[in-house]
């Protein structure tokens, strides 16, 4: 995530691509994991798992993710 958007920050966390919702093949299948940073662990990350999409708006005021709302 922050590599998209052209910064290159250390993991500080390692991220399930796929929530696991408990299964432990999928907790520990190292394919389900990408790293991330802090910020977009704990805010990005959750808010796209909570709505499917998040609300980040691009140079033209709209919001850049397809999922959003806005954009079907």
Partial sequence: ???A?????????VDHIKEHKGDMELFWD????????FT????TK????RNGYHNEIGADGWPI???????R
């Fill in 1 to 3: 995530m922050c590599l």
């Fill in 5 to 13: 958007e052209g910064r290159t920050t250390a993991a500080q966390v």
């Fill in 30 to 37: 190292r394919d389900n994991w990408q790293p991330l940073c």
């Fill in 40 to 43: 977009h662990h704990n805010s």
């Fill in 46 to 49: 959750q808010q796209i798992e």
């Fill in 65 to 71: 993710d397809p999922m959003h709302p806005a954009n």
